[in-house]
Each structure stands twice: as structure tokens, then as C-alpha cells.
């Protein structure tokens, strides 16, 4: 039996030099002959992977463009209908958070004059989305095309701008609610500081620069004892994180001012309320429960004293941020470069009259023809404020700003709209 040594190497004599030589030259080129194939082998299964992720990559940025809420010619089309202006000296306003409380309010009130109206919204679920897309419906039967879209996508903005070129943009869109800071603090420096600085580098940078008025909020006068609360008062001691990031919100916007030439108008809003409200709002609540038996829980402060409010109907309020829309001057930059001075403003929105929790509760009682089943308890420390009480004077001599709506008034046409929108008929849902 022949050895393996024996099956590569023949022994017989004068053949091994020769028969060797090809033996090796015959594996030589197997062995060539399988790298090539292996190489090309290799070769094709490379260029079939990358042709696979080529595809995979265009699909996922046609499945990326056919989902995407914005964009296209109908969707262009729809942003400059909806901006059309149809009277004479009107304006063009992009209102981010249009599907809020605010937003939705001052969007009608600017159509019904006849200005050009685009709202933006990201419909998140802070509270009961169904109440945005509601008001969103009102929207729409107006004439007003609300983009379902993030402040925080600059793309989304930058495309806006292009399409419109915006006189104004009313900036309502942010994370709202002081004790819910404690809770989800990232989705208020997401909101209320990332959004508006995305904001305002896409308006900086626009040509020509919008006028902007935006929602600050009476929280910025934090632990501020000195009433009632002025413009000059200060607001460096914010009681909540919500507070914290609105008074971010005013530095910010100086800074956009003085750099880039930006009109900048900040609204300290009071307490607003009124039919389409917010429902994590006290007197929302408190209507939701008197009217379900259940009971509510009344906040007081230190020594046992009543919590107090300066609770201003949601009218008065767009009657100032339209104010402000007026008198907001121009934009004074061009592509992000300043050429002059721009007005920067920023003015109280309140009722001036501050009226105790107890109270509000009373008037709620009498509207829906129920008792409350009150729990009192002592205030706890989740940035709450005990008082708030608004000076308007700067608002009323520059803009022209006067409340006109008490409590009383404001309470009765909000629980009228509360029965009707969740189906009460007198006082008892309806099947």
C-alpha cells in the first residue's frame, strides 16, 4: 500500500525533477484558479450587498417622504392659499401652536379680520389630543391650514419661510403647566428654550426677517413679592422650571434682538381661560369634577391664606397679542446680519383684578348649579405661586390693551361651552 509520501512524490527513477515540476505547477494554478473565483465570488457579494442597502436606503427615504406630513406641491399649495391676505394693509402669520388655547383663538380672530394665517402644531399628548385635533376641525372650516409639524424642525421652518414669506409669526408653541416640570422637565428645555432658538435662527436668517411676538408668562416673576407685578420689576428667582425656561426665553430673545435685528415682542400672559381651554387648568378641572361628583382639592398658602389669581379671559387676550401684532415694527436684519435697531418689547397681559381659588369655585358652583365637594389642603412645594396680580399700563398706553371681561362674565361663557362640547343637557351627560 503506497504511503501518502509515495502518492506525491513517484519514485521512479529519471520521472521525479519532471513529474514534480508539473505536479506542483497543476496545484499552482488549482490554487490560483480557486483564489480568482473565491475573489470574485467575493466581488459579487459585495457589490449585491451594496446594491441591497442602496435600495433598502432608497426605499426607507421614499417611505420617509410619502409618510412626511409637509411637503409636495398640494401641501405648498395649501400654506400659500391659507396665507392669503384679503385686506388691505393685512399681515402674514405664521402662529406655532395653533391647535393650543391661545393659538387657535388668536388664528380666528386674524381671519375674521382678514389676514393671512399658517399655523403649526405637533398635537402632543400633554393633555387629551382629541381637543387639539377638535380645534384644529374649527381651524380648517375657516380657511386656516394647521401643519402637523415640530418648532423644533428647523427643515419644516426653513420650508415655511421659503414658501411664505411671513410679515409675522405669533410663537404660542410651548410645553405648558408648572407642576408637570417636575415630572418631564427635558420636554420644557425641548420646547420652550431648543424650539425657540430653532425659531429664531430660521427668522434671523430669513429675507425679509419676520416681526415676532411670543408667549412668556407672568411665572418669570417667581417669588417676587412686590405687587402688582411691573415689566422693571425683576425675575431672576423663578419658583419652577417651567418659570426658569420662559425667563430663558426673554434673555434669549434680547440677545436675537441686539445680534440679528429681530422685532421681538414677549406677552406675560395671566392665567388666561375661557371656552377651548386647557384642561389641567384648575378651573377646567374643577368643572370636570363638581359636574362628575368628585371632589376637588383647593391649594392655600402659608399661614392659611387664599390662594389668589389674576384670571384673564381668553378675548382679552388676543385682543393684546393682536395688539401686538400691530404695533410690533419691523425687522431691521436681511439673511442674518443686522442693519439697525429693532424694537424689543415686553408687556403684562392680566385682568389687574386677582381673585381668591375659593372665589372661582363659588362662581363655578353657581354657573352649574352644583356644590363642589372641596378638599383643602396646604400648598406643596411644586412651584406654585401664592399670588399674581397684573400692572397693565405699559400695555394699554402702547398697544392699546384693555380687559374687559370679569370673572363672573368670563366662568359663565366657559361652562356654557364646557356642557355643549361633552354633551351636558342641564347639568347631566347626555347618552
Avoid at 117 to 139: E, H, M, Q, T, W
Avoid at 202 to 231: D, H, M, R
Avoid at 392 to 413: F, H, M, N, V, W
Wanted: aromatic letters at 10%; hydrophobic letters at 35%; proline letters at 4%.
Amino acid at each position: 500500500m503506497r504511503s501518502l509520501e509515495d502518492e506525491l512524490f513517484p519514485s521512479t527513477p529519471g520521472k521525479f525533477k519532471i513529474e514534480r515540476a508539473h505536479t506542483m505547477n497543476r496545484q499552482f494554478h488549482r490554487c490560483f484558479a480557486s483564489t480568482s473565483t473565491m475573489f470574485l465570488w467575493a466581488l459579487f457579494l459585495i457589490a449585491l450587498t451594496a446594491s441591497y442597502l442602496s435600495f433598502q436606503s432608497f426605499v426607507d427615504s421614499g417611505s420617509r417622504y410619502l409618510s412626511a406630513s409637509w411637503g409636495g406641491i398640494q401641501w405648498e399649495k395649501q400654506v400659500r392659499n391659507s396665507a392669503q391676505i384679503h385686506r388691505s394693509g393685512g399681515m402674514s402669520v405664521l402662529v406655532t401652536g395653533a391647535a393650543g388655547f391661545v393659538g387657535s383663538h388668536v388664528s380666528l380672530a386674524l381671519k375674521r379680520r382678514g389676514d393671512g394665517i399658517v399655523g403649526l402644531d405637533n398635537f402632543n399628548n400633554y393633555y387629551d389630543p382629541s381637543l387639539k385635533k377638535a380645534r384644529k376641525s374649527l381651524l380648517n372650516t375657516h380657511g386656516i391650514f394647521v401643519v402637523d409639524g415640530d418648532v423644533n424642525d428647523a427643515r419644516l421652518l426653513d420650508k415655511l419661510l421659503d414658501v411664505v414669506a411671513f410679515t409675522h409669526v405669533m410663537h404660542l408653541a410651548a410645553q405648558a403647566g408648572v407642576r408637570y416640570a417636575m415630572e418631564n422637565p427635558q420636554s420644557y428645555v425641548h420646547s420652550n428654550i431648543a424650539g425657540l432658538v430653532t425659531l429664531l435662527e430660521t427668522c434671523k436668517s430669513a429675507n425679509p426677517q419676520p416681526a415676532i411676538v411670543w408667549a412668556s408668562s407672568s411665572s418669570v416673576y417667581g417669588l417676587n413679592e412686590k405687587v402688582p407685578f411691573s415689566e422693571s420689576d425683576r425675575t431672576d428667582q423663578p419658583a419652577s422650571l417651567y418659570a426658569a425656561t420662559k425667563k430663558a426665553g426673554e434673555e434669549i430673545t434680547h440677545t436675537y434682538n441686539h445680534i440679528y435685528g429681530l422685532s421681538i415682542t414677549g406677552l406675560r400672559f395671566f392665567t388666561v381661560y375661557g371656552p377651548w381651554g386647557r384642561p389641567d387648568m384648575a378651573y377646567f378641572s374643577f368643572t370636570r369634577n363638581i359636574l362628575q361628583g368628585k371632589p376637588i382639592t383647593i391649594y392655600r398658602g402659608k399661614n392659611r391664606v387664599d390662594l389668589a389669581r389674576d384670571f384673564t379671559y381668553i378675548d382679552d387676550i388676543v385682543k393684546g397679542c393682536l395688539g401686538s401684532l400691530d404695533t410690533a415694527g419691523k425687522s431691521t436684519g436681511s439673511g442674518g446680519k443686522k442693519r439697525g435697531a429693532a424694537p424689543y418689547r415686553i408687556y403684562n397681559l392680566g385682568n389687574t383684578s386677582p381673585v381668591t381659588v375659593p372665589t372661582l369655585v363659588s362662581i363655578l358652583e353657581r354657573h352649574l348649579k352644583r356644590k363642589a365637594k372641596r378638599n383643602v389642603v396646604d400648598m406643596p412645594g411644586n412651584g406654585d405661586v401664592p399670588y399674581t396680580h397684573a400692572n397693565i399700563s405699559s400695555a394699554r398706553s402702547e398697544i392699546g390693551y384693555k380687559p374687559t371681561t370679569d370673572l363672573q362674565t368670563g366662568l359663565k361663557k366657559f361652562v356654557r361651552w364646557y356642557l355643549s362640547y361633552y354633551g351636558y343637557n342641564h347639568g347631566k351627560p347626555v347618552n
